[in-house]
């Protein structure tokens, strides 16, 4: 299993909202800018995602995204799910046949391990994220980089 740019990339988006979501919700355009993503590639994710229920979007000027649920309700697999980037690592995409029409012989351990890998990323929420040691100075650092104000900074 490899997981594409699909799959970081709506992580880390999804992670921006988290870390940016207040009273106002949050533009693609600032996602792109702070996060180095192309525009159209996010307006691509977002509406994978919106169709999945994880985001909602505000329409008309202040508009932008939320998150459709709280972020600990939102698992990292359920993103990379969302925007259909595979946590399966075998060659037959989980089906019991190779490509030659026969089961391969490792075939039960692959299926393993992306269970676990899924078990794993579905484990682990937006907001059990968010928590990490360093992620929130990573974003004030990039909010800086980009004159972009953190909320946490507009209390201070």
């Known amino acids: ?25 949050v533009t693609l355009a ?21 169709r999945a229920g994880l985001v909602s979007g505000v329409r008309g000027p202040g508009g932008g995204y939320r998150l459709a649920r709280a972020a600990a309700e939102i698992s990292v697999g359920a993103i990379i799910e969302a925007v259909d980037d595979s946590l399966d690592v075998t060659r037959c995409r989980g089906r019991r046949e190779s490509r030659v ?17 899924r078990g794993f990323l579905s ?3 937006l907001a059990d994220l968010a928590a990490r040691p360093g992620v929130m100075e990573a ?4 909010d800086a980089g980009t004159r972009r104000r953190h909320p946490l900074t507009l209390h201070s």
């Open 123 to 125: 484990g682990i929420s």
């Open 30 to 50: 600032e996602i792109s800018q702070s996060q180095g993503i192309s525009l159209s590639y996010l307006e691509q994710l977002f509406a994978r995602l919106r």
């Open 101 to 117: 029409g026969d089961r391969c012989l490792t075939h039960d351990l692959w299926c393993e391990i992306s269970c676990e890998i």
């Open 1 to 25: 299993m490899k997981l594409s740019t699909k799959g970081r990339y709506a992580v880390t988006a999804m992670m921006d909202l988290v870390l940016h979501e207040g009273e106002v919700p």
């Open 139 to 142: 974003a004030v650092r990039q």
